[in-house]
């Protein structure tokens, strides 16, 4: 009985972090076809769009999906994980970061 202790403790925070890990990948993903849609539109126009409207997304106040323009070259995706914590997505470096 003292073996499942910890494991009463713990494995609902294991839990929670790996549905954490999940959420993030899927916004990551959703965040992904956003980006294509932005460069498929800098493709054809030779610009980047002034909004996610015009990439045929709404925007939406609740996201879950952000973009911003930061100059005519670059831009930035991010969505929220947690009060005051994003994940951002650079164009200038092509990466997400935490």
């Given at each position: 009985m003292l073996a499942a202790g910890p494991l009463?403790?713990?494995?609902?925070?294991?839990?929670?972090?790996?549905?954490?890990?999940?959420?993030?990948?899927?916004?990551?993903?959703?965040?992904?076809?956003?980006?294509?849609?932005?460069?498929?539109?800098?493709?054809?126009?030779?610009?980047?769009?002034?909004?996610?409207?015009?990439?045929?997304?709404?925007?939406?106040?609740?996201?879950?999906?952000?973009?911003?323009?930061?100059?005519?070259?670059?831009?930035?995706?991010?969505?929220?994980t947690t009060l005051g914590e994003s994940v951002?997505?650079?164009?200038?470096?092509?990466?997400?970061?935490?």
């Amino acid at each position: 009985m003292l073996a499942a202790g910890p494991l009463l403790f713990f494995g609902p925070i294991v839990a929670l972090d790996l549905v954490w890990d999940v959420g993030v990948y899927v916004l990551k993903k959703e965040g992904d076809s956003v980006r294509d849609k932005i460069e498929a539109y800098r493709s054809v126009h030779g610009a980047l769009p002034p909004d996610l409207e015009a990439v045929g997304i709404p925007e939406r106040m609740e996201g879950p999906i952000y973009y911003r323009r930061e100059d005519d070259r670059e831009y930035i995706l991010w969505f929220g994980t947690t009060l005051g914590e994003s994940v951002i997505y650079s164009s200038k470096t092509r990466q997400w970061d935490q």
